[in-house]
């Protein structure tokens, strides 16, 4: 992905989209868990909460993705995008500064994601030259 100052997140359980955007363009990478075929939810016959263990690996990958960036918006639904933030905190404290913000969002397009990242950081401020 060519560098941007600006990045967006869209992440889930099963996949993280990750752009890097400017006013006219953006560039996506996708990044998929590992154990992408393993189930999330409560297992039976376990004693605990049953839930699989967050992937932590996934996070590494999805952190690595957005380490160049000077600014992230992070969307998501549910917990995956608070599981990511609380392995950043834990992880990689360095990145915590880079979030600019953190939203709620159910599936959205990638021309959704993007509209929505370049409405939060505003257009006056995604000009090529004025990345901040």
């Known amino acids: 992905m060519e560098a941007h ?20 363009r953006y560039d ?10 393993e189930h999330l939810h409560h297992k039976a016959n376990t004693t605990g909460s049953g839930r699989t263990p967050e992937d932590q690996e996934f996070y590494r990958d999805v952190a690595k993705a957005i380490a160049s ?7 998501g639904p549910a917990s995956a995008k608070t599981e990511f933030l609380k392995h950043l905190e834990k992880h990689e404290p360095n990145l915590l500064p880079k979030i600019a913000g953190v ?30």
Do not use: C, S
């Open 69 to 75: 960036a000077g600014a992230v918006l992070v969307m």
């Open 28 to 37: 996506r990478v996708l990044v998929r868990p590992r154990n992408a075929a």
């Open 103 to 132: 939203e709620g969002a159910d599936h959205m397009t990638d021309g959704e994601v993007v509209a929505r990242a370049r409405k939060h950081f505003g257009p006056e401020h995604m000009q090529p030259g004025r990345e901040r």
């Open 5 to 24: 100052y600006h990045m967006a997140v869209w992440i889930d359980h099963h996949e993280a989209r990750v752009f890097g955007l400017n006013a006219e």
